[in-house]
């Protein structure tokens, strides 16, 4: 088995688009005989959640020791909902562009958070885990979101960036590929 592994978790409605930072990454760290799961979760216009939790419970069964997840959008969501019920942390965890559950679309609702379990989230990392968000993402217009700073999660916010997506100019990402590598980069544009 590798030393470490990557898992990266896309968010609603992704098409497979090869210029998004996550396949990108997915590519770039494939490329540099890194060992990466990057599943195709399952009907990602109307996502089931117990669907993917079953396929991300999966992914970390077979992860390396150190297991490092980057989480995009209705995923952040996503591992909320996961890490209450984890059998062992991830070693780094990387949670970017979460959105505000007002904000989910109709077809991502079951993934509404509520008040998470803000402990499980610190605990499903060995490391403090990191939130990247765009001070202009439409998702999540409220700001850094409490269950953030109520887990003492690390935040790094780009000012002026959306939803980092490729419609906002997130192809490449070169700052997310260095903290894959070194978890005191901070994440930039």
């Known amino acids: 088995m590798a030393e470490r592994s990557f898992l990266i978790l896309h968010g609603l409605a992704y098409d497979g688009?090869?210029?998004h930072w996550h396949a990108r990454l997915a590519a770039s760290l494939r490329d540099r005989d890194e060992a990466v799961a990057y599943p195709s979760l399952p009907d990602p216009e109307t996502p089931s959640l117990a669907r993917w939790l079953?396929?991300?419970h999966d992914e970390l069964t077979g992860a390396a020791d150190e297991a490092i997840v980057i989480c995009h959008s209705l995923s952040v969501l996503l591992w909320l909902h996961l890490a209450p019920g984890l059998?062992?942390?991830?070693?780094r965890l990387l949670l970017v562009a979460p959105p505000e559950d007002r904000e989910v679309p109709a077809g991502g609702r079951e993934?509404?958070?509520?008040?998470p379990d803000t402990v499980a989230l610190r605990s499903s990392s060995r490391s403090t885990p990191r939130l990247v968000r765009g001070t202009l993402d439409p998702y999540?217009?409220?700001g850094t979101p409490g269950w953030?700073?109520?887990a003492g999660c690390e935040v790094d916010e780009i000012p002026g960036a959306g939803h980092m997506n490729p419609d906002d100019?997130?192809?490449?990402?070169s700052s997310c590929e260095r903290w894959c590598d070194d978890p005191a980069?901070?994440?930039e544009v």
């Open 17 to 19: 688009d090869p210029d």
């Open 54 to 56: 079953r396929i991300v």
């Open 87 to 91: 059998e062992r942390p991830v070693d």
């Open 111 to 115: 993934f509404r958070i509520g008040a």
């Open 140 to 142: 999540s217009p409220s």
């Open 148 to 150: 953030a700073d109520a």
């Open 169 to 173: 100019g997130h192809g490449s990402w």
């Open 185 to 187: 980069v901070r994440i």
